[in-house]
C-alpha cells in the first residue's frame, strides 16, 4: 500500500516562530489532506488540497504531486496550534476517495 | 449545526463484552467511516461505506462489525473478538465524489 511520512516527528516552538512541516508519500494521488488534532482529540480539517497551494489565515499548505510531496506552512505560530498534525492521502492506488492512509503525525508544541 | 455526533465519548467495558459506538451525521454525504487510534500512532481504517446497506473492510476489521441501515447512520459494534480494543475510535463521513473527510469527536474505549 502507499507510505505516508512525516517529518519532523517532534517540533518545539517559541510563541511567533513560523514552521514548516513535510508530507512525503509513495504513489500518485488525487486528495490530500491536512488535519490539526487538538488536545481533546478532535481531528480539525486545515486543508483539502490534492494539488497547488491554498491559504487559510496564518496556513498555509502546497501540494507537488508530480514530485509526492507536501508542506504545511505555519506563521507567527501560537499557544493554540499546538497538537498534532497529520497529512492522509488516499490508499489502495492512491486513488480511493475517503480511504485515507494517514501519516504518523508531526507533534507540535507552542511556548509561549 | 450540520456535523457528525458519536457517542459515547467515553465507555469502560470489561473483557468478554461486546460494546457499540454510535455515529451519526447531517451532512448528507454518502461515505462513512471508522478509524482507530492508539497512542502516538496515526488513524488505521476499521471500515467504511459508500451507499447505504453496503461496506468493506479496512486494514483492520477483525473483531469489528458495522451496519448501514440508513444514510445518517453507521454503528460500530467492538466484539469480544478484538485482542486489543482500548483505543480511540472516530468516525467520519464524506461526499462520495470528493472524499475530502470531516470528522466527529471520538469515542475513547477502555477495557477493564
Known amino acids: 500500500g502507499i507510505q505516508v511520512e512525516q517529518s519532523p516527528p517532534d517540533l518545539i516552538l517559541q510563541e511567533g516562530a513560523n514552521s514548516t512541516l513535510r508530507c512525503n508519500f509513495s504513489?500518485?494521488?488525487?486528495?490530500l489532506q491536512w488535519f490539526h488534532q487538538n488536545p481533546w482529540g478532535q481531528l480539525i480539517n486545515l486543508f483539502y488540497?490534492?494539488?497547488g497551494t491554498k491559504q487559510n489565515g496564518r496556513l498555509s499548505a502546497t501540494t507537488v504531486a508530480t514530485e509526492r510531496y507536501s508542506l504545511l506552512y505555519i506563521s507567527s505560530s501560537q499557544t493554540t496550534d499546538s497538537g498534532v498534525y497529520f497529512c492522509?492521502?488516499?490508499?489502495?492506488?492512491?486513488?480511493?476517495?475517503?480511504?485515507?492512509?494517514f501519516g504518523q503525525g508531526t507533534i507540535l508544541t507552542v511556548h509561549p | 449545526d450540520g456535523g457528525i455526533t458519536q457517542s459515547p465519548k467515553y465507555l469502560f467495558r470489561k473483557e468478554g463484552q461486546n460494546v457499540t459506538l454510535s455515529c451519526e451525521q447531517n451532512l448528507n454525504h454518502d461515505a462513512m467511516y471508522w478509524y482507530r487510534q492508539d497512542p502516538g500512532q496515526g488513524l488505521r481504517l476499521i471500515y467504511y461505506?459508500?451507499?447505504?446497506?453496503?461496506?468493506q473492510k479496512g486494514d483492520i476489521a477483525e473483531g469489528y462489525s458495522v451496519s448501514r441501515e440508513k444514510k445518517e447512520s453507521f454503528p460500530l459494534t467492538v466484539t469480544s473478538a478484538q485482542k486489543n480494543p482500548t483505543a480511540f475510535y472516530l468516525c467520519?463521513?464524506?461526499?462520495?465524489?470528493?472524499?475530502?473527510?470531516?470528522f466527529g469527536e471520538g469515542s475513547r474505549l477502555t477495557v477493564l
Open positions: 488540497i490534492p494539488s
Open positions: 504513489d500518485s494521488v488525487n486528495n
Open positions: 461505506s459508500q451507499i447505504v446497506n453496503d461496506f
Open positions: 492522509a492521502v488516499p490508499g489502495v492506488g492512491g486513488t480511493s476517495y475517503g480511504k485515507l492512509t
Open positions: 467520519a463521513s464524506s461526499p462520495l465524489y470528493t472524499g475530502e473527510l470531516f
